[in-house]
């Protein structure tokens, strides 16, 4: 089956949450709220070395009805994962305490309240159809929808950008992973039709046009079925090593190191692994650049390569990539695709490949062929068609 009929999120999930809502806590919800997965079209673990990303929201979203509560308890559920309702207060929040899916939305919470807000409990549920463990962004999903709720409803008056900065924090003080800005900023920033541009040091946002349809195009998510999880330290590895970098080349962060000047910078460093995370980070904020560059002229189909020249570098580099993702891209790129790359933070999860349209299902069957040979669970692939962020829909 071609990606363009592949599983789509369901329709009307705001109905069922709020049905679910109603049965679990014995009254409607005051609304609901729905926020995006995203994927990232290039510039991957550059975000913390306040460089440059460019994700897109997909359609799969987040989607939890909320009420507010002014006792202190917040009562949390997930028609997504078998267990009762989480009953916590807000009061007894603390950081690393709850490994769990709940610490997302609390960790939210417990952010709003250390700011000084006065968010005094709330009955939660949500259903999600951003896969997990796909790197695509399932958990900012949960913090931004969180977040979104939470400031209409206490009437915060607080920016997209402030909230997205809200969702960052719980995932690394409360849950403990030290990630950038960029998901939670897609999740609550992006707009139809578009990718959106960020400069992760002062959050500038610029929504460049990706109208792939208008030109004959698709950009394929391949979710490789491989579970990764960001807070077994190897993500945190890769941070301690790019920051240990900047220190011995004496910049701020990484993103103040010239591209031109790269090849004499990597010459001043004796560790090789830090050699190596220099030089992504440093080369992929440069395909960001050339990325903008050609979307700017109207070359669209001359960022494939550039998609592949970033997955080089992550899997030789980073070195985050795994056999399924490398022969996701590999078999991609010889099936005609135009370019490929593994997205997200990598060790399992999703690629995105670049294809004609009437070359799409050629590609998705070699794909799938290629997985079936090597003896791999069959990959999910559909569309990543840039979507609408963080928004109340009922």
Known sequence: MGAQQAEQPAAGPEQQVR?????????????????PGRVNLIGEYTDFNEGFVMPLALPHTAVAAFSRRD?????????????????LHVDELAPLTNTSWAAYPAGVVWVLREAGHAVTGADIH??????????????AALEVVTALALNDLFELGLTRPELARISQRAENDFVGVPCGIMDQTASACATEGHALHLDCRDLSIRQIPFDLPAQGLQLLVVDSRVKHALGDGA????????????????????????YEDLDAALARLSDERVRRYVRHVVSDDHRV???????????????????????????DDLRISCPELDLVVATANEAGALGARMTGGGFGGSAVVLVETADADTVTKAVEEAFAAAGYTAPRLFLAVPSEGARRVV
């Open 19 to 35: 049905d679910g809502f109603e049965k679990l806590y014995g009254a409607a919800p005051e609304g609901v709220w729905a926020a």
């Open 71 to 87: 006792d202190g308890v917040l009562r949390l559920h997930s028609a997504d994962i078998e267990g009762p309702v989480v009953e």
């Open 126 to 139: 949500l259903a999600s159809t951003v896969p997990t463990g796909a790197g695509l962004s399932s958990s």
């Open 235 to 258: 993500y945190a590895e890769r941070r301690e090593g790019c920051e240990e970098g900047a220190r011995q080349l004496g910049v701020p962060f990484l993103r103040d190191l010239p």
């Open 289 to 315: 650049d050339e990325v903008i560059a050609l979307l700017d002229a109207g070359d669209v189909r001359a960022i494939g390569p550039v998609l592949t020249a970033g997955h080089t570098s992550l899997r």
